[in-house]
Antibody, heavy 118, light 107 residues
Framework: QVQMQESGPGLVRPSQTLSLSCTVS??????????WSWIRQPPGKGLEWIGY???????FYNPSLKSRVTMSVDKSNNEFSLKLTSVTVADSALYFC??????????WGQGSLVIVSS | EIVLTQSPDFQSVAPGEKVTITCRAS??????LNWYRQKPDQSPKLLIK???QSVSGVPSKFSGSGSGTDFTLTINSLEAEDAATYYC?????????FGQGTKVEIK
Protein backbone atom coordinates (compact mmCIF):
# COMPACT_ATOMS: atom_id res chain seq x y z
CA GLN A 1 0.00 0.00 0.00
CA VAL A 2 1.62 3.22 -1.20
CA GLN A 3 1.18 6.17 1.10
CA MET A 4 2.42 9.72 0.71
CA GLN A 5 2.56 12.51 3.26
CA GLU A 6 3.44 16.13 2.68
CA SER A 7 5.12 18.29 5.30
CA GLY A 8 6.28 21.87 5.50
CA PRO A 9 5.39 25.36 6.72
CA GLY A 10 1.83 26.48 6.26
CA LEU A 11 2.78 30.16 5.99
CA VAL A 12 5.40 31.71 3.74
CA ARG A 13 6.21 35.40 3.37
CA PRO A 14 6.03 37.01 -0.07
CA SER A 15 9.34 36.86 -2.01
CA GLN A 16 10.55 33.98 0.18
CA THR A 17 11.01 30.31 -0.74
CA LEU A 18 8.33 27.70 -0.28
CA SER A 19 9.74 24.33 0.79
CA LEU A 20 7.80 21.10 1.06
CA SER A 21 8.74 17.48 1.52
CA CYS A 22 6.89 14.28 0.78
CA THR A 23 7.57 11.08 2.65
CA VAL A 24 6.77 7.93 0.70
CA SER A 25 6.00 4.52 2.12
CA UNK A 26 5.29 1.36 0.17
CA UNK A 27 7.51 2.34 -2.76
CA UNK A 28 11.02 3.65 -3.38
CA UNK A 29 11.81 7.14 -4.63
CA UNK A 30 15.00 5.64 -6.09
CA UNK A 31 13.12 3.41 -8.55
CA UNK A 32 13.38 3.97 -12.31
CA UNK A 33 9.63 4.30 -12.28
CA UNK A 34 7.38 5.81 -11.03
CA UNK A 35 7.84 9.54 -11.30
CA TRP A 36 7.38 11.66 -8.17
CA SER A 37 5.20 14.66 -8.75
CA TRP A 38 3.87 17.86 -7.25
CA ILE A 39 0.44 19.23 -8.12
CA ARG A 40 -1.17 22.28 -6.58
CA GLN A 41 -4.70 23.57 -6.19
CA PRO A 42 -5.44 27.19 -5.25
CA PRO A 43 -8.40 27.51 -2.86
CA GLY A 44 -11.64 26.83 -4.73
CA LYS A 45 -9.83 26.29 -8.04
CA GLY A 46 -8.56 23.50 -10.27
CA LEU A 47 -5.41 21.40 -10.45
CA GLU A 48 -2.06 22.58 -11.77
CA TRP A 49 0.82 20.19 -12.45
CA ILE A 50 4.08 21.65 -11.13
CA GLY A 51 6.46 18.94 -12.30
CA TYR A 52 8.06 15.62 -11.46
CA UNK A 53 11.35 14.02 -10.66
CA UNK A 54 12.44 10.51 -11.60
CA UNK A 55 15.50 8.28 -11.52
CA UNK A 56 16.68 10.40 -8.62
CA UNK A 57 17.80 13.43 -10.56
CA UNK A 58 15.87 13.79 -13.80
CA UNK A 59 13.17 16.44 -13.78
CA PHE A 60 10.40 17.93 -15.87
CA TYR A 61 8.87 21.19 -14.73
CA ASN A 62 5.83 23.10 -15.91
CA PRO A 63 7.18 25.92 -18.11
CA SER A 64 4.92 28.36 -16.26
CA LEU A 65 6.90 27.74 -13.06
CA LYS A 66 10.19 26.37 -14.36
CA SER A 67 12.31 29.40 -13.48
CA ARG A 68 11.29 29.16 -9.81
CA VAL A 69 11.01 25.39 -9.18
CA THR A 70 13.54 22.86 -7.94
CA MET A 71 12.75 19.26 -7.05
CA SER A 72 15.07 16.80 -5.37
CA VAL A 73 15.11 13.32 -3.91
CA ASP A 74 16.49 12.09 -0.57
CA LYS A 75 17.03 8.36 -0.93
CA SER A 76 18.07 7.85 2.69
CA ASN A 77 14.71 9.11 3.98
CA ASN A 78 12.70 7.91 0.98
CA GLU A 79 11.33 11.36 0.36
CA PHE A 80 11.27 13.99 -2.33
CA SER A 81 11.05 17.74 -2.06
CA LEU A 82 9.81 20.89 -3.74
CA LYS A 83 11.28 24.37 -3.57
CA LEU A 84 9.49 27.32 -5.12
CA THR A 85 11.31 30.63 -4.96
CA SER A 86 10.09 34.23 -4.99
CA VAL A 87 6.55 33.32 -3.96
CA THR A 88 3.58 35.67 -4.25
CA VAL A 89 0.00 35.50 -3.06
CA ALA A 90 -0.80 33.66 -6.30
CA ASP A 91 1.25 30.71 -5.03
CA SER A 92 -1.13 30.13 -2.10
CA ALA A 93 -2.55 26.67 -2.64
CA LEU A 94 -3.01 23.13 -1.44
CA TYR A 95 0.12 21.30 -2.55
CA PHE A 96 -0.18 17.58 -3.27
CA CYS A 97 2.64 15.12 -3.68
CA UNK A 98 1.58 12.45 -6.12
CA UNK A 99 2.96 9.25 -7.61
CA UNK A 100 2.84 9.15 -11.42
CA UNK A 101 3.13 5.78 -13.06
CA UNK A 102 2.25 4.47 -16.50
CA UNK A 103 0.49 7.65 -17.49
CA UNK A 104 -1.68 8.24 -14.44
CA UNK A 105 -1.49 9.96 -11.07
CA UNK A 106 -2.37 6.93 -8.99
CA UNK A 107 -1.48 7.82 -5.40
CA TRP A 108 -1.99 11.23 -3.82
CA GLY A 109 -0.99 12.69 -0.49
CA GLN A 110 -3.66 14.44 1.54
CA GLY A 111 -2.25 17.84 0.61
CA SER A 112 -0.40 20.59 2.45
CA LEU A 113 -1.97 24.03 2.55
CA VAL A 114 0.50 26.85 2.01
CA ILE A 115 -0.56 30.45 2.44
CA VAL A 116 1.63 33.27 1.18
CA SER A 117 1.06 36.33 3.31
CA SER A 118 2.99 39.03 5.06
CA GLU B 1 0.22 23.36 -23.91
CA ILE B 2 -2.85 21.18 -24.41
CA VAL B 3 -5.98 22.80 -23.01
CA LEU B 4 -8.76 20.58 -21.69
CA THR B 5 -12.24 22.10 -21.52
CA GLN B 6 -14.91 20.34 -19.51
CA SER B 7 -18.65 20.83 -19.75
CA PRO B 8 -20.73 21.55 -17.89
CA ASP B 9 -19.01 23.40 -15.06
CA PHE B 10 -21.79 22.41 -12.69
CA GLN B 11 -24.53 19.82 -12.72
CA SER B 12 -27.31 19.12 -10.21
CA VAL B 13 -28.68 15.60 -10.50
CA ALA B 14 -31.21 13.54 -8.56
CA PRO B 15 -30.16 10.27 -6.93
CA GLY B 16 -30.43 7.32 -9.30
CA GLU B 17 -30.03 9.42 -12.42
CA LYS B 18 -27.17 9.39 -14.90
CA VAL B 19 -24.46 12.04 -15.22
CA THR B 20 -22.50 12.75 -18.38
CA ILE B 21 -19.43 14.99 -18.35
CA THR B 22 -17.49 15.88 -21.46
CA CYS B 23 -13.85 16.86 -21.89
CA ARG B 24 -12.56 18.42 -25.09
CA ALA B 25 -8.85 18.65 -25.85
CA SER B 26 -7.32 21.47 -27.87
CA UNK B 27 -5.47 18.88 -29.98
CA UNK B 28 -5.45 15.15 -30.59
CA UNK B 29 -4.34 13.29 -27.46
CA UNK B 30 -5.12 9.78 -28.66
CA UNK B 31 -6.20 7.73 -25.65
CA UNK B 32 -4.10 9.57 -23.05
CA LEU B 33 -7.08 10.81 -21.10
CA ASN B 34 -7.83 10.01 -17.46
CA TRP B 35 -10.61 10.95 -15.04
CA TYR B 36 -10.38 11.76 -11.33
CA ARG B 37 -12.94 12.44 -8.62
CA GLN B 38 -12.27 14.87 -5.80
CA LYS B 39 -14.70 14.74 -2.92
CA PRO B 40 -14.89 17.78 -0.62
CA ASP B 41 -11.77 18.15 1.54
CA GLN B 42 -10.12 15.12 -0.03
CA SER B 43 -7.39 14.58 -2.56
CA PRO B 44 -8.34 13.49 -6.09
CA LYS B 45 -8.75 9.81 -6.80
CA LEU B 46 -8.21 8.05 -10.14
CA LEU B 47 -11.50 6.79 -11.62
CA ILE B 48 -10.86 5.87 -15.24
CA LYS B 49 -7.56 5.60 -17.12
CA UNK B 50 -6.77 5.78 -20.83
CA UNK B 51 -10.28 6.87 -21.79
CA UNK B 52 -12.17 3.74 -20.79
CA GLN B 53 -10.00 1.41 -18.73
CA SER B 54 -11.32 0.49 -15.33
CA VAL B 55 -9.34 1.11 -12.16
CA SER B 56 -9.13 -1.42 -9.37
CA GLY B 57 -11.60 -0.67 -6.59
CA VAL B 58 -13.69 1.78 -8.62
CA PRO B 59 -17.36 0.79 -9.09
CA SER B 60 -18.45 -0.25 -12.57
CA LYS B 61 -21.04 2.55 -12.66
CA PHE B 62 -18.18 4.80 -13.79
CA SER B 63 -17.34 4.49 -17.48
CA GLY B 64 -15.49 6.49 -20.10
CA SER B 65 -15.47 6.81 -23.85
CA GLY B 66 -14.07 8.89 -26.68
CA SER B 67 -10.90 9.35 -28.67
CA GLY B 68 -8.78 12.05 -30.22
CA THR B 69 -10.18 15.30 -28.85
CA ASP B 70 -13.59 14.45 -27.39
CA PHE B 71 -14.14 12.35 -24.31
CA THR B 72 -16.99 11.51 -21.96
CA LEU B 73 -17.29 10.31 -18.37
CA THR B 74 -20.60 8.66 -17.50
CA ILE B 75 -21.78 7.97 -13.97
CA ASN B 76 -24.77 5.68 -13.70
CA SER B 77 -27.15 5.45 -10.75
CA LEU B 78 -25.92 8.53 -8.96
CA GLU B 79 -25.60 8.24 -5.17
CA ALA B 80 -25.03 10.81 -2.44
CA GLU B 81 -21.35 9.85 -2.19
CA ASP B 82 -20.83 10.85 -5.84
CA ALA B 83 -21.16 14.53 -4.92
CA ALA B 84 -17.74 15.76 -5.96
CA THR B 85 -15.75 17.63 -8.56
CA TYR B 86 -14.60 15.58 -11.52
CA TYR B 87 -11.45 16.35 -13.51
CA CYS B 88 -10.09 15.08 -16.79
CA UNK B 89 -6.31 14.91 -17.27
CA UNK B 90 -4.12 14.41 -20.32
CA UNK B 91 -0.80 12.62 -20.17
CA UNK B 92 -0.06 12.85 -23.89
CA UNK B 93 2.38 15.74 -23.71
CA UNK B 94 4.10 18.06 -21.30
CA UNK B 95 3.08 20.05 -19.45
CA UNK B 96 0.49 17.67 -18.11
CA UNK B 97 -2.82 19.45 -17.84
CA PHE B 98 -6.23 19.08 -16.26
CA GLY B 99 -9.68 20.25 -17.17
CA GLN B 100 -11.16 23.02 -15.04
CA GLY B 101 -13.42 20.55 -13.23
CA THR B 102 -17.13 19.72 -13.19
CA LYS B 103 -18.90 19.98 -9.88
CA VAL B 104 -21.71 17.44 -9.42
CA GLU B 105 -24.34 18.17 -6.82
CA ILE B 106 -26.99 15.75 -5.61
CA LYS B 107 -30.49 17.22 -5.61
Amino acid sequence: QVQMQESGPGLVRPSQTLSLSCTVSGDSVASDEPYWSWIRQPPGKGLEWIGYIYRIGHTFYNPSLKSRVTMSVDKSNNEFSLKLTSVTVADSALYFCVRYESGVFDHWGQGSLVIVSS
Amino acid sequence: EIVLTQSPDFQSVAPGEKVTITCRASEDIGNSLNWYRQKPDQSPKLLIKFVSQSVSGVPSKFSGSGSGTDFTLTINSLEAEDAATYYCHQSRSLPQTFGQGTKVEIK
